[in-house]
């Protein structure tokens, strides 16, 4: 008994003493050497790619890109390429201490294959309208090839367009060849009719 009792007072004097924040309600401590050690996630509380608001300067824009797959920088060099070719540019761990990386770590920010990237806002909005436009023309463009509105209308002589075969899939398109103004010999076999 008497060496379970050493051994917690032992153990009490290793031990940080443990605070609350009041406004986090998270607890905290001073390590050894004075620091204030905190955990930041709890299990499955916060996402680790989660960018505080706030953190970004003005005018820039932050996003985590890939880098490696299971430790493999060669499999995305040509994604990496594209990145650095559309402007984004490594965010220095030493411009936010202790926030992506401990304290005093130098270099680029990674965390599980991902490294946050930068890039000027102005170039972001540049990107974002480009893809916005070419969503855009993709919708008009499968628009026109599925409109039926005025099709019929505009169909050369030859063809046919029948809208009610299958109701709200498109028309059915079907062309028809006249035999005496083509030199095309009559078929041997039975043709379908459209029904079958």
């Keep these: 008994m008497e060496r379970k009792i050493e051994q917690r007072k032992q153990t009490e004097e290793r031990a940080p003493p443990v605070e609350r924040r009041l406004q986090t309600d998270r607890a905290h401590a001073v390590g050894r050497d004075g620091e204030v050690l905190t955990r ?17 300067p003005p005018g820039w824009k932050y996003q985590w890109n890939t880098v490696s797959i299971y430790n493999n920088r060669d499999v995305l060099a040509s994604q990496a390429l594209r990145m650095h070719e559309a402007g984004w540019r490594p965010v220095p761990a030493d411009r936010h201490p202790g926030l992506f990386t401990p304290v005093g770590t130098k270099g680029e920010i990674l965390r599980d294959g991902m490294r946050l990237d930068e890039r000027p806002l102005v170039l972001d909005d540049e990107a974002r309208d480009e ?48 035999r005496n103004v083509a030199d095309i010999p009559t078929p041997s076999h039975q043709l379908a009719s459209p029904e079958d």
Aim: charged share 35%; no cysteine; glycine share 10%.
């Design 40 to 56: 930041k996630r709890g299990a499955g509380s916060i996402d680790q790619f989660d960018i505080p608001s706030g953190v970004v």
């Design 131 to 178: 893809q916005e436009n070419a969503a855009r023309r993709l919708i008009s463009d499968r628009n026109d090839a599925l409109k039926l509105s005025g099709m019929k209308k505009d169909m050369p002589q030859g063809f046919e367009m029948n809208r009610n075969k299958y109701r709200k899939t498109g028309g059915d398109v079907r062309i028809s060849i006249d």
